[in-house]
């Protein structure tokens, strides 16, 4: 289960298994461009540039799904969710839609405890814990670090697996 963010692609993989392997169902309003199979290997043949970058977000994206690995056999709960939150708030940041402030998030607690392999009353508990020890707040859709730098000591959050900068393409 991933929660992708404005400027994902959508179903990439099945451009070369030819079938989807899983269903996306938008928990917001969201707003898509089908991009034909054939077209996009096209545009990959004249647009070498074209095929790097996808190249790049995929393996990103590959890079993620090892780390949500991670986060459900090695992490404590604790951990798991304050890793989600950053790593959330890391991509969304990407797109201007966060900061170290925080960031918008519509998730229920029923779908972080999804996510992170939780029990919804234990995703609230965890919140909560959180929240005492003044790292951070999830309230009303909204999530605000109170305290960022403790909060990637916590869940020992190193950002390097989002690789944010693209490779320089010359």
Not at 124 to 147: A, I, K, P, S
């Amino acid at each position: 289960m991933d929660f992708h963010i404005p400027g994902d692609f959508l179903g990439l993989r099945s451009v070369l298994l030819n079938v989807s392997d899983h269903s996306i169902e938008p928990i917001t309003n969201i707003e898509v461009t089908e991009v034909l199979a054939t077209d996009l290997l096209d545009g990959f043949a004249q647009t070498p540039k074209l095929a790097v970058a996808i190249l790049w977000a995929a393996s990103r994206d590959e890079a993620i799904v090892v780390e949500h690995l991670v986060n459900i056999g090695c992490r404590s709960a604790i951990e798991r969710v304050a890793h989600f939150l950053l790593e959330l708030g890391a991509r969304l940041a990407l797109v201007d839609m966060g900061d170290k402030g925080g960031f918008f998030c519509p998730l229920s607690q029923y779908l972080l405890a999804d996510a992170l392999g939780l029990s919804a009353v234990h995703v609230n508990r965890v919140l909560r814990q959180l929240r005492e020890q003044g790292l951070v707040t999830f309230q009303e859709g909204h999530v605000t670090y109170n305290n960022y730098a403790g909060l990637v000591e916590l869940a020992d959050f190193d950002p390097i697996y989002l690789e944010q900068n693209m490779p320089l393409m010359k």
